[in-house]
């Protein structure tokens, strides 16, 4: 069965440092996105990509991060200046064909970035 | 604007119990609802989802919900717990339906669900 991965499942950075998550959807799929979850909190929407373009972003996605479909199949987020709040567990997500589809994401196991 | 109400931030049954995990929903058109699960240090999983079609949807595990539009409510059940049931728990609005829509979800606090034996 398909499926979303993500690398690395866990990283340990130090503030002020950049770090790429990555991401590898599902093959056929055009729509992608990044969430977060802070320890004991709910997941929150950050960013939503299609058409090789943010297609729209929260308030969470500030000038310190980005998002690129670098080679058709990686769907990387990159933080560029890391804080102590930006650990979390980041979860990407692919869906499929627009029109024929039900809403349903389908998610990573997450990677964990824990900053230090 | 769309957003999802979990009721109890945790629950506590006895395994061989029913189960009741509440969730309101707010949405200005139909939307799209789901459950997921997170188990300890794993990823989102689906449990199940209404899109406009039966109202009582089936999922995995034993676990169904039902979909009641005049009180807004996407309750999750399951007849009988078991121990491999304890997780998080997410109701999940799509803004899927809008005419502007990306696709994104709106997720609610969670219920932890805990299964005493």
């Known amino acids: 069965e398909p499926e979303v991965t993500q690398t690395p499942s866990h990283q340990v950075t130090q503030m002020g440092q950049e770090v790429i998550l990555h991401c590898v959807p599902i093959?056929?799929?055009?729509?992608f996105y990044w969430y977060r979850q802070i320890l004991g909190q709910k997941v929150e929407f950050l960013v939503s990509?299609?058409?090789?373009?943010?297609?729209?972003k929260s308030e969470i996605f500030d000038d310190q991060f980005s998002v690129e479909r670098p080679d058709g199949s990686n769907f990387t987020l990159k933080i560029r200046s890391t804080k102590l709040e930006d650990s979390a567990m980041y979860f990407c997500a692919s869906t499929g064909v627009w029109w024929a589809n039900t809403g349903e994401l389908f998610f990573g196991e997450g990677s964990r970035l824990t900053v230090l | 604007a769309q957003s999802v109400t979990q009721l109890d931030s945790h629950v506590s049954v006895s395994e061989g119990t029913p189960v009741l995990l509440r969730c309101n929903y707010s949405s200005s058109y139909s939307p799209s609802l789901f459950w997921y699960v997170q188990h300890p240090n794993k990823g989102l999983q689906l449990l199940l989802k209404?899109?406009?079609?039966?109202?009582l949807v089936k999922g995995i595990n034993g676990f169904e919900a039902e979909f009641k539009k005049s009180e807004t409510s996407f309750h999750l059940t399951k007849p009988s717990a078991h121990m491999s049931d304890a997780a998080e728990y997410f109701c999940?609005?799509?803004?899927?339906?809008?005419?502007?829509?990306?696709?994104?979800?709106?997720f609610g606090q969670g219920t932890t669900l805990q299964v005493k034996p």
């Open positions: 093959s056929n799929h055009l729509y």
């Open positions: 990509f299609y058409n090789n373009e943010i297609s729209e």
């Open positions: 999940v609005v799509s803004d899927f339906g809008r005419s502007s829509n990306t696709g994104k979800l709106i």
């Open positions: 209404y899109t406009s079609a039966a109202t």
